[in-house]
């Protein structure tokens, strides 16, 4: 994701939301994966990195999408119980609990993370997620606070 | 006083401890104090200009001081928390460390504070004390004072007015006061849980917390450093004390401790033995937030 690209289309004065998803490999990924074998629609404004585990997902990888750009960011991984390390999810949600209020404090509307659970059959949850998402953040408009923090427009 | 001053003197005389941590008046106010020598004992104090959380000397970023053997600190009932949060976390062994617990009637909200305390110059900190009496200490020294002057907490009152604010005002809040911070790392410095020998925001490549202080990497270190202290911080406002900007970081660490307690069930304990609530879980957290 470069920073000299904006997600704004100058010619038809739209708004394209650049969302950057982190998903772990064992579930979303996957699922997403389904997704595009399934030839399911979906909006292309989501860049996916792949992750092991929604544990191994930094809340610092959040800001930093946010920091390089992104407007919007989707954290997903395996449902409950359905950990590929068994555990990892669970850490992650009471992570992802406290990073969501703590934001919220600092002035970042939560919103513009979607959190989810997507198993490797959900392809079509998946699909969900991302257009929903889209959306959203379509709507919220461009993350021009956060991108304006370094003194220059991303 | 004189009892901490004996008490000092015995440990060090009988080799006990090779090292007394305590406070001494310096020229602004109270200030640490180390003491190896038996006859240096006398320059101890404890009153209420003691603010100073000295749990922060036992971490093991700090090794030089663990050549000295065992070391007696002086803790305030507040401070018991934090060396409980460094022996939940396996970073030191209650057997190296003598505790000397003070009987507190509360501190000013600097150590340069002086004459009693009034409901203006008591630290917000102290509000609805409840480890006066300090918990699980080797000695406990002084009369327990009588109890502090009474008003509502300054910080919880902030943090509504924040609260109540739409999310553009309160990112211009944070944004301006966030400006001012230099990264002089006096918060990381002097917390007695940043415990890490090396830092993520002193990592280069890549440099996940960029090091140059503007507004956008001070505040994706603040949000770290708030994160990685979730659950543990004790509440002993060092942070905000030692901040040369006067940032109000309490804010922060207040708002996250209500989070983890409303969520989690967990509040700052001086007993080691209760799990820290981050790194633990339970099936049945909440997950509202999830989809």
Redesign the interface.
Known sequence: MSEATTGIDATAGTFEPRIQAFVCNWCTYTGADLAGTSRIPMAPNVRIIRLPCTGRID??FI??AF?RGADGVIVSGCH??DCHYT?GN??A??????????????????DRI????VSASEGKKWSE?VNDTTERIRRMGPFS??HG???RTP | MRDLQDLAAKLLTEKTVGLVIGWEAGPRGARPSFVTDPKDAGKLISDNRCVHNLAAYLSPRRPHLRGFGRIAVAVKGCDVRAVAGLLRETQLRREDVVLIGIRCGGVHDTPTGVGPLTADNLADRCVGCEVRDPARCDHVLGELPPSLPSRGGRRAAR?AE??ALD?????????EELSRCVRCNACRQVCPLCVCERC?ADKTDPP??ESSP????N??WH??R??HL??RCVDCGECERACPAGIPLNL?GR??AA??ER??GYRTTDDPQVPA???????E???E???
Do not use: C, M
């Not at chain 1, 949600?93 to 939560?110: E, H, K, N, S």
């Open positions: 809340t610092l800001l930093k920091e409950p119980n555990a669970f850490h949600r009471r992570r992802f609990a406290v990073f969501r209020d703590l934001i919220d404090f600092l002035g970042i509307d939560p979607t959190f989810s659970w997620v606070a956060y923090l370094a003194g | 943090i924040l609260e999310h553009a005002a309160r990112f211009a809040f944070w944004r993520l996940w917390i503007h507004p956008r990497a505040l994706a949000a770290t708030a994160l979730a659950g922060i708002k996250v989070v983890v969520r989690f609530p981050i790194g633990a879980w339970k099936p957290d909440g997950q937030f999830i989809r």
